[in-house]
């Protein structure tokens, strides 16, 4: 019945929503065909189907507003729009939103001029193309309007001295019914607005529990085999698993109030409220996450370090036999978690009310979760800065003390890069290390693995970097008596002021040019 296709294109609407739905819906579910078959009824003139046309159009409308859902469609593409001209050409009897929903699409479909000029032309000749609708369909609607059209003449003629009362009370009922269906189709995206919100809060829940019983698992299966081991101390198994149970405690105290909250299906429409609440009592506890995920790389280091030890081996298949994860897949899921809980916030607050009590407690949840993310990304990113300044330090010797080099306030590493420099009648291999505020130059010292301090150079304003002209190399080359190779398309110079330009050679073009690019953004 239209009742039941009403319901479903709506369902559709709002499904539709979703990037990743969308996806979903055309690539799994071919949804396209059952579009197709829903605007190939024939047309009856009820309000219903006014609706199915235009809840169909706002689904096609949907779908192309996805960059992702272009490709999977591209084929069926024309017979949508012979369809979608079809709900254009009997505009006068839906309601305008629909005609304009139906233009809207056809103008966004990007068709050139041309095609799209021919097609108008056809809707308003009634000449498109037959295969888009029934054999009769068009038959049928013009005897229809014909019919119409002669009994409303016929009650023009019978009836002219009431026809004003009659017209006003036929609009009046005819707006009446609009708007009760009107109403009727906005009951049915909140209910189907619900269930997906209800949908999304278990989903919270269960994929909590999931999570803390992998890291369950993670314990049992390999922290504990590990530390058993009598070279633990030496595999530096604690430290891999030094912060493990500080997040396994955290997310435990919140599943269990996840789980508690949607046990209540008798108060679910406090469901939004409470889930809301939580969260954003929870968000400083999550932030005793931010250690691990600082800890994150050396970790990684610290197991593949250990993973070719035949003890450390016999460990971890036998873990993966029984869980099939390895311990990668374990100790990532920290990483992903906090980021999830935010995109379901997010999708949760899609789904309700903007005038909503719960709406702005979960927007307030979501971007409290977010500002946790945000926390652990620069605790991050300040213990990656900590670790190269260290490394740096320890691989460059002979820094001269009075520089305060590694003293600087506000010093941040951006990039390392090997290059070839002119020096005394010869080239030889520099170490760029690119600051912030300073570019450091090392000699590699042989097979030692150390480098040698060579220079700084401080960036201003003064600095330029730029590609060196064929005179300024043959300037160089009879100073140094260098007659090698150049290689004048991967050479760059940094000057400052009126000093000697430095001449460097990178290894191709594209280095150049990245390099020229990353020493000016700094040196501004």
Known sequence: TNKT????????????????????????????????????????????????IRYTCLTLQNLFKQEDVIQFIHES???????????????????????????????????????????????????????????????????????????KLLQQQNYATTSNTNDQHYH?????????????????????????????????????????????????????????????????????FSNIDAVINVHIELRDRLQTIVSQPQSRDTWPEKIAQLFIEKASSLEKVSPYIENFDFMMALVNAISKEKK????????????????????????????????????????????????????????????????CNTKKEQADQKHQMNNIQLSVRNIPQNLKFFETKGKVFIEKGIFRFASKGRFISIIFYLFNDSIL????????????????IPLSKKVKVSDVSSEELLKISAKFSITANWQQDCCFAIRSGKDQPLIFVAKTVTDKD????KINEQAK
Not at 13 to 21: I, M, Q
Not at 22 to 50: A, F, Q, R, W
Request: glycine residues 2%; hydrophobic residues 40%; charged residues 25%.
């Open 5 to 52: 296709r009403l319901y479903s294109v709506v369902s559709l609407v709002s499904l539709s929503t979703n990037t990743e739905n969308c996806v979903i819906m055309v690539e799994s579910y071919d949804i396209i065909p059952v579009l197709k078959s829903v605007l190939s009824v024939p047309y009856v003139g009820s309000t219903d189907h006014n609706n199915i």
């Open 77 to 151: 593409h024309l017979d949508i729009v012979d369809l979608l001209i079809s709900v254009i050409l009997y505009q006068n009897d839906l309601p305008s939103q629909a005609a304009q929903n139906a233009l809207d699409y056809l103008s966004s479909t990007g068709l050139s001029d041309e095609k799209y000029d021919e097609f108008m032309t056809a809707v308003k000749e009634r000449k498109f193309a037959q295969r888009a609708t029934p054999p009769n369909f068009i038959a049928e609607m013009e005897a229809r309007e014909k019919k119409e059209d002669q009994e």
């Open 172 to 240: 009046e009922d005819k707006e009446k019914e609009q708007k009760t269906n009107g109403n009727e189709v906005d009951e049915m995206l909140q209910i189907e607005n619900k269930k997906q919100s209800t949908f999304l809060m278990h989903e919270m829940a269960t994929t909590e529990e999931a999570y803390v019983r992998s890291l369950h698992q993670l314990v049992e299966y390999y922290r504990i085999p590990l530390s058993s081991l009598k070279q633990a101390e030496e595999f530096r198994i604690n430290t891999i």
């Open 312 to 375: 450390v081996v016999k460990v971890f298949e036998e873990a993966k036999k029984k869980t099939n994860l390895n311990i990668q897949s374990y100790l990532i899921m920290p990483i992903q978690r906090i980021p999830r809980l935010e995109l379901m916030l997010r999708d949760l607050l899609k789904k309700v009310d903007k005038t909503a009590k719960e709406y702005f407690l979960i927007e307030k949840a979501m971007n409290d979760i977010k500002n946790v993310a945000h926390f």
């Open 441 to 456: 130059l090392a000699l590699a010292d042989g097979g030692s693995g150390f480098q040698n301090y060579h220079s700084v």
């Open 514 to 517: 990245d390099w020229i690019q």
